[in-house]
């Protein structure tokens, strides 16, 4: 199993079998099938910028249209709350998987802190 494919399923990319996640964005500290170890892994900061950027080019434009849209204030008002409300769900559903995908492409890619070579 690839780890794209591994983590847009929450899935261990190393079996395919386990899922990763304990509770909404916290991970499992190893796999309950093959026992790979998630503690290894810190995707940080990197999956919120990667699904606000995703979500900001997505919805963005709407905040610009729907003010410039020759409707009632009312309606414009709710498509507003309709937009925040689409935005927040947006986010909500993409983060577990970005913040999977990025785990399954750190142990895939065998990422880690950067260290000097053992010198002789
Ligand atoms: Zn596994």
Redesign the pocket.
């Known amino acids: 199993m690839s780890p794209i494919s591994a983590g847009l399923k929450e ?8 899922r990763v996640f304990r509770s909404f964005l916290k991970f499992k500290p ?7 170890d998630f503690t290894q892994a810190d995707t940080a900061d990197g999956p919120a910028f990667f699904v606000g950027f995703i979500v900001l080019i997505l919805f963005a434009p709407f905040g610009f249209i729907i003010p410039l849209a020759n409707q009632p204030i009312w309606v414009k008002i709710i498509l507003m709350l309709i937009l925040v409300i689409i935005t927040t769900i947006a986010s909500l559903v993409m983060l577990p998987k970005a913040k999977s995908l990025l785990m399954a492409l750190q142990i895939a890619n065998k990422a880690e802190q950067a260290r000097f070579e053992d010198r002789k």
């Open positions: 899935r261990c990319p190393t079996c395919g079998q386990g190893a796999c309950e099938a093959c026992g790979q």
